[in-house]
């Protein structure tokens, strides 16, 4: 049975979106968008229709907020045809680095090219791969990892909860570095619970790992992003420095989300500005700038 695509609705103006609360660092990178421009193939059964959200209206919002750099990551709508990264990351520039999601057989020849243009990263559908054994899994990781290690790169993992919890083990002492997006996307209606977000914790403070603060409306779901103050700042309490922000953008499929107001959740769970420094400016350093 086909499944039928969400509904993306238009995106709300670059003006209308509330301001920061707080003085933007200068060299604050937003580590976590997509665009969409028509003209691409997308995936054949994409799972949202085509989103209203180009290069030129993603870089109205960047300069509206105060947002100086940005990391494009590549969206399951048009697969590992990477091809509208590669020009977003032509026509933006070297403030911008991207985040590509590749086949297993994709040659060492394309991987540099990719690395050329401002590549840094390769992202993990585990989304996709999440009915599969967890060694299967694991398996996986480890071949993908032997693709970024000797270029300087990482990993990010696209994941349900559920296999975050159950890597949590095999990540505990994993020698790469990798992120995983969306806070751990740990959600309650999946039967994650509030100690498998602790022993996220634990591999966040002594392992590899980093955690993107993105989509907070994906774990709120209903309730209101404050619900999630405790979480946010469980995080930064943990480890600030391995800590990236995100916004999202364009907030699939709710195109009229306010993007200011997802940077102002910053000022509640990292209120010292020493913490906001280390998440919009040296963390994206580190990873994508060095």
């Known amino acids: 049975?086909?499944?039928?695509?969400?509904?993306?609705?238009?995106?709300?103006?670059?003006?209308?979106?509330?301001?920061?609360?707080?003085?933007?660092?200068?060299?604050?990178?937003?580590?976590?968008?997509h665009v969409f421009e028509p003209g691409f193939p997308s995936v054949a059964e994409p799972l949202y229709t085509f989103p209203d959200a180009t290069i030129s209206e993603y870089l109205e919002v960047a300069d509206v907020l105060g947002i100086e750099r940005m990391v494009l990551v590549q969206p399951t709508y048009y697969g590992t045809d990477n091809s509208l990264t590669l020009e977003a990351l032509r026509r933006i520039g070297p403030r911008c680095r991207g985040v590509v999601r590749i086949e297993e057989d994709t040659s060492d020849e394309t991987l540099d090219r990719y690395h050329e243009a401002g590549v840094r990263a390769?992202?993990?559908?585990?989304?996709?791969?999440?009915?599969?054994?967890t060694a299967e899994i694991i398996a996986y990781v480890r071949r993908m990892a032997a693709r970024t290690t000797p270029r300087g790169w990482h990993l990010q993992f696209y994941t349900p909860g559920t296999v975050v919890r159950d890597l949590l083990p095999f990540l505990a002492d994993f020698e790469d570095p990798f992120v995983i997006d969306h806070m751990g996307y740990m959600l309650e209606a999946d039967g994650l619970t509030t100690?498998?977000?602790?022993?996220?914790?634990?591999?966040?403070?002594?392992?590899?790992?980093?955690?993107?603060?993105?989509?907070p409306y994906r774990i709120a779901k209903h309730k209101p992003l404050s619900s999630l103050q405790s979480l946010g700042r469980s995080l930064v309490a943990t480890r600030p420095d391995r800590l990236l922000w995100g916004s999202d953008w364009p907030h699939l499929p709710d195109g009229q989300r306010d993007t200011g107001e997802l940077i102002n959740l910053l000022?509640?769970?990292?209120?010292?500005?020493?913490?906001?420094?280390?998440?919009?400016v040296r963390s994206p350093d580190r990873l994508f700038f060095a």
């Open 1 to 33: 049975m086909t499944v039928q695509p969400l509904r993306t609705t238009p995106m709300r103006p670059a003006q209308s979106n509330t301001r920061p609360r707080f003085a933007l660092p200068a060299g604050s990178c937003d580590a976590h968008f």
């Open 122 to 133: 390769i992202r993990l559908d585990l989304f996709a791969r999440r009915t599969l054994p």
């Open 195 to 215: 100690a498998d977000f602790e022993r996220l914790l634990r591999v966040l403070e002594q392992g590899r790992c980093w955690i993107k603060l993105s989509g």
């Open 267 to 280: 000022a509640d769970w990292a209120p010292d500005e020493a913490d906001r420094h280390q998440i919009l």
